[in-house]
């Protein structure tokens, strides 16, 4: 995703979808994807522009998300940055807006469980959390898996569209 040229390229479309908030450079890499195009391909991004929550274990969660992502130079939320993105003369915005999400309770928990089983064992967490913190958080979470509870929680998407000018 990072290395030019990318398979299939030139193409009429590419598509990226929380992908960006785990590169250090989200907005080179979207210049880099726009070159990918056939003139007048379009670039479709999702990608999070924020995240609300008023739950302890979904505050504990991010807290420990936010602190992972920023440890290897990364953002989980960079919509504002790629809403930035300056495209030059090679394409044009077509659009750029924020949607507010909100999932459920289930949803929620399912994700993050899933998120923290993938990556809960990284030296850098398991340095900066303690092992026991980490285990509580993902039983934490688990308990809420099935709940009907209605948690507050809004993602902020930016969806963004660039059609490539030549």
Do not use: K
């Amino acid at each position: 995703m990072t290395e030019m040229p990318l398979p299939g390229a030139p193409t009429d479309l590419i598509y990226c979808r929380f992908l960006l908030s785990h590169l250090t450079e989200p907005a080179y890499v979207v210049a880099l994807w726009i070159t990918q195009l056939h003139e007048r391909g379009l670039l479709l991004l999702d990608e999070v522009e924020y995240v609300r929550t008023r739950h302890p274990v979904l505050d504990r969660y991010q807290e420990v998300v936010v602190a992972y992502l920023a440890h290897y130079g990364n953002r989980l939320e960079v919509g504002s940055t790629l809403d930035a993105v300056d495209a030059g003369s090679s394409a044009i915005r077509l659009s750029s807006t924020v949607r507010e999400v909100r999932p459920s309770t289930d949803q929620v928990a399912t994700m993050f469980t899933n998120n923290l089983a993938v990556w809960r064992n990284d030296e850098f967490l398991t340095g900066r959390f303690t092992a026991q913190g980490l285990a509580d958080l993902e039983s934490d979470l688990r308990g809420l898996i099935g709940s009907s509870q209605r948690l507050d929680a809004v993602w902020g998407i930016r969806q963004i569209v660039f059609r490539r000018n030549h």
